[in-house]
């Protein structure tokens, strides 16, 4: 018998595991989601929530074998397509991601990257 039965064993212990596993698995999953928009592990954290929130909650186990069954086709379908669909998804994935860093920066620090490199274009070029 592990740490973990031994705490499931009284009623206290179930609610506060239940308690504890919710209020980590959801802070896991809203800090992913955050960071979705951002390059980085965004997906990867939201999966990691769920995975601990899949410990304790049937519903969050039930939504993560949804996602990965969905992660997995979509993996399947893109590997059956030839090169060009490939390189066509790569790119407006990358230029999503670079329209949002932009974005977020400009927004939040108010550093336009744009403005930037077309007067450092100007300089170098004069």
Same mark, same amino acid.
């Given at each position: 018998m592990g740490w973990v039965d031994s705490v499931r064993s009284t009623r206290t212990g179930?609610?506060?595991?239940r308690i504890v596993v919710g209020v980590l698995g959801t802070a896991l +999953?809203?800090?992913?989601?955050?960071?979705?928009?951002?390059?980085?592990?965004?997906?990867?954290? +939201?999966?990691a929530g769920?995975?601990?929130?899949?410990?304790?909650?049937?519903?969050?186990?039930?939504?993560?074998?949804?996602?990965?069954?969905? +992660?997995s086709a979509w993996t399947d379908w893109l590997m059956r397509q030839n090169w060009l669909v490939r390189v066509l998804v790569a790119a407006v994935t990358l230029a999503f991601a670079a329209v949002l860093v932009w974005?977020?920066?400009?927004?939040?620090?108010? +550093?336009?990257?744009l403005?930037?490199?077309?007067?450092?274009?100007?300089?170098?070029?004069?």
């Amino acid at each position: 018998m592990g740490w973990v039965d031994s705490v499931r064993s009284t009623r206290t212990g179930r609610l506060t595991l239940r308690i504890v596993v919710g209020v980590l698995g959801t802070a896991l +999953v809203v800090t992913g989601l955050v960071l979705v928009p951002l390059p980085g592990p965004g997906w990867l954290i +939201v999966f990691a929530g769920l995975a601990v929130l899949a410990t304790e909650f049937e519903w969050a186990h039930r939504l993560l074998q949804f996602a990965k069954r969905t +992660v997995s086709a979509w993996t399947d379908w893109l590997m059956r397509q030839n090169w060009l669909v490939r390189v066509l998804v790569a790119a407006v994935t990358l230029a999503f991601a670079a329209v949002l860093v932009w974005l977020m920066l400009k927004l939040s620090l108010g +550093v336009d990257l744009l403005s930037m490199a077309q007067m450092f274009l100007t300089k170098a070029l004069a």
